[in-house]
T-cell receptor, first 116, second 117 residues
Framework: GENVEQHPSTLSVQEGDSAVIKCTYS??????FPWYKQELGKRPQLIID?????GEKKDQRIAVTLNKTAKHFSLHITETQPEDSAVYFC???????????????FGTGTRLQVTL | EAQVTQNPRYLITVTGKKLTVTCSQN?????MSWYRQDPGLGLRQIYY???????DKGDVPEGYKVSRKEKRNFPLILESPSPNQTSLYFC????????????????FGAGSRLTVL
């Protein structure tokens, strides 16, 4: 099955700096890569996702890059703010013939702390 | 309001006493899934369902059962709970229709914290 490794497990940055979280996956059949943010005591929520036919995707201060050859993908957060403090999870899944990501495998999470 | 509702939110039980965690969604989603979250291990998939009467094992199905008799409901059953099933459980659902914006985006419930003594 799929194995997703995520690094670092904790990350502390100063407000305004950039943060980068990296993930590697093992199954070459995976082609859908979402990132979820979980604030303390809350449920995970999707912040951005990417499919393997795209190498990079941006949404305001957040970007994700994908290197399918090397089987790794990264989350980039620029101009970090205190409200970015949370646990971030990467995930990977193949998309079935109907486009469903049925078996989403998550990384172990990165706790991001943005300090003032 | 579009949501996934789990109950109970908190439960303390004893080894061997059967329990069910209910999950209901009001978004007409085809896909539903259960995850457990443990410190340092992230979110691990227990079971998932592609549609009514269609269920399949995730990565950690041992000790759990599920059913999908109705589209909106996906209960998680622990027939004989053990202490190693102490965890935070999340139910999630998504539209499975490929090509439509929002497909595969998981909407999570608020979580159910289970302690087995």
């Amino acid at each position: 099955g799929e194995n997703v490794e995520q690094h670092p497990s904790t990350l502390s940055v100063q407000e305004g700096d950039s943060a980068v979280i990296k993930c590697t996956y093992s199954d070459s059949a995976s082609n859908y890569f979402p990132w979820y943010k979980q604030e303390l005591g809350k449920r995970p929520q999707l912040i951005i996702d990417i499919r393997s036919n795209v190498g990079e995707k941006k949404d305001q201060r957040i970007a994700v890059t994908l290197n399918k050859t090397a089987k790794h993908f990264s989350l980039h957060i620029t101009e970090t703010q205190p409200e970015d403090s949370a646990v971030y999870f990467c995930a990977a899944s193949p998309l079935g013939r109907t486009g469903t990501a049925s078996k989403l495998t998550f990384g172990t999470g990165t706790r991001l702390q943005v300090t003032l | 309001e579009a949501q996934v509702t789990q109950n109970p939110r908190y439960l303390i039980t004893v080894t061997g006493k059967k329990l069910t965690v209910t999950c209901s969604q009001n978004m007409n989603h085809e896909y539903m899934s259960w995850y457990r979250q443990d410190p340092g291990l992230g979110l691990r998939q227990i079971y998932y369902s592609m549609n009514v009467e269609v269920t399949d094992k995730g990565d950690v199905p041992e000790g759990y059962k599920v059913s999908r008799k109705e589209k909106r409901n996906f209960p998680l059953i622990l027939e004989s709970p053990s202490p190693n099933q102490t965890s935070l459980y999340f139910c999630a659902s998504s539209s499975r229709v490929g090509g439509i914006s929002g497909a595969n985006v998981l909407t999570f419930g608020a979580g159910s914290r289970l302690t087995v003594l």
